[in-house]
């Protein structure tokens, strides 16, 4: 379950961030930045994080307030699943990261498998969507929507990327420590089932 708190941060922040967006009104506008500095304020208070980099990073976009994008690329070979270990956790997770834009999803999961495990990848098709707050993951300052995208080596070999030190690939019942801020016991265990049921129909929280 979400921390209230942090829940709270991050709607004031949303409205906070569209009232700035449309707003015409200098008071209004006044008012919306009030706002968002609370929310900025409450990110501090509770995690210490300094308030320049809480600006930084959970308040300084603008435009309507959207969930942000994470990438995941499922490969399998011989039953096994591809996974990666991050250097800034040192745990494991499929290759992926935030959606970038101008390109696909397919194509970001295609380019985060080159560059964060050295395999060449086709990218297949969907498999699902998961609501981050859905599920086991540590709290975080964003809302975010998963895709995990059912990609199949064509080329490359594995080989370490500037983000991660090693390649591997693993079954299911020997899964290693994960990187749970990129996914969950139980949305590797999903992946396998897909696996076994090429049909399934596409899950979406």
Known sequence: MQLKWLEWAKQIQAISQAGLEYSKDMYDIERFEQLRAL???IMHQYTDVEVEKVQE???SETGYATPKVDIRAVVFQKDKILMVREKQDGAWALPGGWGDIGLSPKQIAVKETRE??????????LLGVADKNFHNHPPSPWHVYKFFILCRIVGGEATVGDETSDVGFFAAHELPPLSV??????????MFDC???PHKTVFCD
């Open 39 to 41: 929310s900025v304020e």
């Open 57 to 59: 990073l959970f308040a």
């Open 116 to 125: 964060e495990s050295g395999f060449e990848v086709e990218a297949v098709r």
């Open 181 to 190: 801020e990129r996914n969950t016991e139980e949305q590797m265990l999903k």
């Open 195 to 197: 696996m076994k049921s």
